[in-house]
């Protein structure tokens, strides 16, 4: 039996701030949403930190304890732009200017991560809130009437897949001290 679940950490909005997100997506494509074959719902919406793809029971356990390691103070980040990754189809809400109080999160999630053997991403840190995938028209890169997003903790999620597309469900907390 594969007791490997497929994990990831991060951001995760109260639900105040979801609703935010999700008003300030709608009404600035206002009318579009129905182009996207998987609009995303507000419970789903989230920021990774890192994707740890599927891991077992042990690795799961040391990822745990080094994320307990790390102290972040809370920040606060500005949520202000709308765009499209048109090669995966994906429409996003991102912080025009990334704080670097999350470029901090993320180095230093990076590094204790690297204790339970974790590679990171070649990728650059791209941080972003995914509303939709599989969204039809392209979106050219814009701002948005700002609206503010208070971090005060980051999360381990398990992505599950259902019937109706991939379920998160968080499965541990990590506040700030």
């Not at 990754?85 to 999630?109: M, N, T």
């Not at 995914?130 to 999360?155: G, H, N, S």
Request: glycine content about 6%; some cysteine; charged content about 25%.
């Amino acid at each position: 039996m594969d007791l490997k679940q497929r994990l990831f950490l991060a951001l995760w909005p109260d639900e105040k701030t979801r609703q935010n997100l999700y008003v300030a997506y709608q009404s600035t494509l206002a009318g579009s949403f129905e182009e996207a074959e998987r609009p995303l719902g507000p419970a789903s919406y989230h920021l990774t930190l890192h994707y740890l793809g599927q891991t077992g029971p042990d690795q799961k356990a040391c990822y745990i304890e080094q994320a307990k390691r790390l102290s972040f103070t809370p920040f606060s980040m500005q949520i202000d732009t709308v765009g499209q990754f048109s090669r995966a189809a994906v429409s996003w809400l991102a912080p025009g200017k990334i704080p670097g109080e999350l470029l901090q999160l993320h180095d230093d999630l990076r590094r204790n991560l690297a204790d339970c053997g974790f590679k990171a991403e070649y990728r650059p840190f791209k941080p972003h809130i995914t509303m939709a995938r599989k969204f039809k028209l392209p979106i050219q890169e814009q701002k948005i009437t700002p609206l503010c997003w208070d971090v005060d903790r980051f999360v381990l999620v398990l992505s599950a897949p259902s019937t109706q597309g991939v379920r998160y469900r968080v499965i541990e907390t990590f506040p700030a001290c």
